[in-house]
Antibody, heavy 113, light 110 residues
Framework: EVQLVESGGGLIQPGGSLRLSCAASGFTVSSNYMNWVRQAPGKGLEWVSLLHSDGRTNYADSVKGRFTISRDNPKNTLYLQMNSLRAEDTAVYYC???????WGQGTTVTVSS | QSVLTQPPSASATPGQRVTISCSGSSSNIGSNTVNWYQQLPGTAPKLLIYSFTQRPSGVPDRFSGSKSGTSASLAISGLQSEDEADYYCASWDDRLNGWVFGGGTKLTVL
């Protein structure tokens, strides 16, 4: 069964850092391009970042220079390193496979003092 | 402000048909496919339609998609109470080099 499981969310102060993980099963992360998408409380979906199978990355302007997407091939896991966090980064973060066909259950990040 | 434009709300009674629109531009819907998602409260989005008109296995044929120019539409026929949810369209944007979403449509089954 194809599955994605996110972890690593929590409460963090503004300016802090957090690393999210997305463990995949049933398919190989490195053979697909992978996405992070977020949803602020009561708001719509916002694409955050993409990691191509060849290692190229894309970022939304709102997170460029602060967030870094990466993967660990042996662990079949996708990551999102989030630095210089702001209140507006508060959201549920989802990882999603290539064509946005498979999503994880999400992990909640709250940026607040 | 979302790149793709959806009506914020829609409503219909059980058994009726409802259509949700998604308007974009030449850099997204005009040149790339559209996905539609259903999101129930507190859950992750679920893929309903991909490539404008295709249904993943397990999605009832009451759900259908279409495209016209730089717009797409999701139709739900034989509306049921369990269809009450938020619906989002999504497409790749060549200019932004990323996925773009509609703002979401909250469907109420009266």
């Amino acid at each position: 069964e194809v599955q994605l499981v996110e972890s690593g969310g929590g409460l963090i102060q503004p300016g802090g850092s957090l690393r999210l993980s997305c463990a995949a099963s049933g398919f190989t992360v490195s053979s697909n391009y992978m996405n992070w998408v977020r949803q602020a409380p009561g708001k719509g979906l916002e694409w955050v970042s993409l990691l191509h199978s060849d290692g190229r990355t894309n970022y939304a302007d709102s997170v460029k220079g602060r967030f870094t997407i990466s993967r660990d091939n042996p662990k079949n896991t996708l990551y999102l390193q989030m630095n210089s966090l702001r209140a507006e980064d508060t959201a549920v973060y989802y990882c999603a496979r290539e064509g946005m066909d498979v999503w994880g259950q999400g992990t909640t990040v709250t940026v607040s003092s | 402000q979302s790149v793709l434009t959806q009506p914020p709300s829609a409503s219909a009674t059980p058994g009726q048909r409802v259509t949700i629109s998604c308007s974009g531009s030449s850099s997204n819907i005009g040149s790339n496919t559209v996905n539609w998602y259903q999101q129930l409260p507190g859950t992750a989005p679920k893929l309903l339609i991909y490539s404008f008109t295709q249904r993943p296995s397990g999605v009832p044929d009451r759900f259908s998609g279409s495209k016209s120019g730089t717009s797409a539409s999701l139709a739900i026929s034989g509306l049921q109470s369990e269809d009450e949810a938020d619906y989002y369209c999504a497409s790749w944007d060549d200019r932004l080099n990323g996925w773009v979403f509609g703002g979401g449509t909250k469907l109420t089954v009266l």
